[in-house]
């Protein structure tokens, strides 16, 4: 009965080809082994194609060993080359590669990096600052492993402070923050917006209004409160004090108060009072022709216009202040005089009279003066004419009134019809 031989397989140690002679066998090697692995299939893991592609190298290489050491050797030197070539590249890939700790707005990362510099680092991270930014190491200045970089942004702040407008800026994420970074003292102080509230990036319109020492005098006495209020209106009332009527102060009721400001209250009281007043009338003057020069008639009566006035009366804490004009009102227009001016020349001489001494008759009557009046108020002029006796001659008006050459003329009007009757003391003064 033929020995019993085991099932081929691993174990056996025998592939499941039919047995063939030694000579028909693959050599051992590197060559034997890739071609077994070729017929067995692919090896787990292994790149597809690698296997049979370096094993048909190392095989190559084995057909040409009998070609001599030389050869070997010349084929050794460049893969020797090739590999010192990728130690040196992977020494230096780890030497450039960075671990650094980036913050960003009080978010912290750990991050690797090749960047050489801060500004390479921020750009890699896509990461732009502006001027009212803050950036620490600067972006200019070299990174090295280990190093922290901290990007803070800033805000925009539109800050009433105390009544005064101003935009700043701030790197702070909450109020609290940015009322500490630009030094405004919030104590007591009045805040539109929560201390905790957060600050965006596109900022906040922020009002602060300090606590301050305002002094009020009213009604004789003095009162000081500490306050926040945003008009002097508001801090009267924390003073409790009353405005009523015409009352006001001497600051604005409306104006911001400030620090160490004192304002006195002012208790008005006021009436009104209207009075009527005389509007003074105009002179026309007109150019006659028909009347001697120098002569002038009143052709119309000025008559004044009347005007109702209102004034305001005020008495400020008890003192009794100028009236002020508050309007007017025209009761009744004023009439214009109308007076008429003589233009036509006066003749220089009347017959039967231009030979006699005018001039010592008139220095007996008025001592020469052309507006002399008596006592009495009756006669006046250089002859001293009654006013019935110069109107029948053509004057107008009365004779001191118009000048001395009608006057004379006049006198000699009158004498031609009456003689030296007329001036019974002084006529004979005519004949010297």
């Known amino acids: 009965m033929p020995e019993a031989r085991p099932e081929s397989g691993p174990e056996s140690g025998r592939g499941p080809w039919p047995a063939a002679g030694a000579a028909a066998r ?59 070539f990728l130690a040196g590249g992977t020494s230096a ?17 750990t991050l690797h990096t090749f960047a050489d510099e801060v500004d390479e680092l921020l750009a890699d991270e896509g990461l732009s600052v502006g001027p009212h930014d803050i950036v620490a190491p600067a972006p200019g ?7 922290e ?21 701030t790197t702070a994420r909450t109020v609290e923050g940015a009322l500490r970074q ?52 508001e801090a009267l ?29 002012l208790r008005i009281t006021g009436s009104r009072q209207v009075r009527e007043e005389a509007i003074p009338y105009a002179v026309e003057r007109v150019r006659d022709p028909e009347l001697f020069a120098g002569t002038e008639t009143v052709e119309r009566q000025g008559v004044p216009g009347v005007r109702r006035v209102t004034y305001s009366l005020r008495t400020v804490n008890g003192v009794r202040q100028r009236p002020r004009r508050t309007g007017e009102e ?20 009347v017959a039967g009279a231009d030979g006699l001494d005018w001039g010592a008759l008139a220095a007996c009557e008025s ?13 006046g002029g250089l002859y001293q004419f009654d006013p019935g006796t110069w109107r029948s001659l053509g004057g107008s008006g009365v004779a001191q009134n118009a000048p001395a050459a009608e006057q004379t003329f006049r006198a000699k009007k009158l004498y031609v019809s009456r003689g030296a009757s007329p001036w019974p003391h002084c006529g004979r003064r005519l004949y010297r």
Not at 330 to 349: A, C, H, M, N, W
């Open 26 to 84: 693959p050599a051992a090697g590197p060559a034997a082994g890739a071609a077994a692995g070729a017929a067995a299939g692919p090896v787990p893991g292994a790149v597809p194609g690698q296997g049979s592609r370096a094993g048909s190298r190392r095989a190559a290489r084995r057909r040409k060993a009998s070609g001599g050491a030389g050869d070997g050797l010349r084929r050794l030197v460049p893969q020797a080359l090739v590999v010192a």
């Open 93 to 109: 890939f780890v030497a450039d590669d960075k671990a650094v700790r980036l913050s960003v707005d009080g978010v912290p990362r």
């Open 141 to 147: 200045e070299a990174l090295a492993s280990g190093d």
């Open 149 to 169: 970089i901290v990007v803070r942004y800033g805000r925009p702040v539109a800050l009433t402070l105390d009544g005064q407008r101003r935009q700043v800026w």
């Open 182 to 233: 630009l030094g405004v003292r919030a104590e007591g102080a009045y805040l539109s917006v929560s201390r905790a509230a957060p600050i965006s990036r596109q900022g906040l319109a922020l009002d602060v209004r300090t606590e301050r020492t305002i002094t009020f005098l009213a009604d004789g006495r003095e009162r000081t409160v500490r306050t926040n209020a945003a008009t002097v209106r």
């Open 237 to 265: 009332v924390e003073a409790g004090i009353t405005l009523s009527g015409q009352d006001t102060t001497s600051v604005a009721p409306g104006a911001f108060p400030r620090d160490g400001q004192t304002v006195n209250v």
């Open 330 to 349: 025209i009761v009744r227009e004023p009439v214009s005089r109308k007076v008429r001016i003589g233009t036509r020349s006066l003749p220089t001489s």
């Open 367 to 379: 001592g020469g003066r052309p507006n002399a009046v008596d006592p009495s108020g009756t006669y």
